[in-house]
């Protein structure tokens, strides 16, 4: 089943998830095959303001277990934090290249 982790940063969050970011890039190339898709929620500035991901688990505590393996989620980068069921429905693959 896929779900959704979504994290959302906390207040003057940007240098802790800078500093952050490689380690978080290395734990999602190797979880390529289980994480699907993902990337920074932006805020009006343009600026990173949390996380999005889509991974395939077996069970909602198994997606939970992953997001909370994440090196953001370690490092206490978001202020809040879900996991919700997905149904991929639509995907445009020329889009997304």
């Given at each position: 089943?896929?779900?959704?982790?979504?994290?959302?940063?906390?207040?003057?969050?940007?240098?802790?998830?800078?500093?952050?970011?490689?380690?978080?890039?290395?734990?999602?190339?190797?979880?390529?095959?289980?994480?699907?898709?993902?990337?920074?929620?932006?805020?009006?500035?343009?600026?990173?303001?949390?996380?999005?991901?889509v991974v395939?688990?077996?069970?909602?505590?198994?997606?939970?277990?992953?997001?909370?393996?994440?090196?953001?989620?370690?490092?206490?980068?978001?202020?809040?934090?879900?996991v919700t069921?997905?149904?991929?429905?639509?995907?445009?693959?020329?889009?997304?290249?």
């Open positions: 089943m896929h779900y959704m982790l979504l994290g959302y940063d906390k207040p003057d969050a940007l240098e802790l998830r800078k500093a952050t970011r490689p380690s978080h890039i290395d734990y999602l190339t190797a979880k390529l095959g289980k994480m699907l898709i993902g990337g920074p929620l932006l805020d009006a500035q343009g600026n990173p303001c949390g996380s999005m991901l395939e688990a077996a069970s909602e505590a198994d997606a939970r277990a992953m997001f909370d393996e994440d090196p953001y989620v370690q490092a206490g980068l978001f202020a809040t934090t879900t069921p997905y149904r991929l429905v639509f995907f445009d693959h020329e889009a997304v290249g």
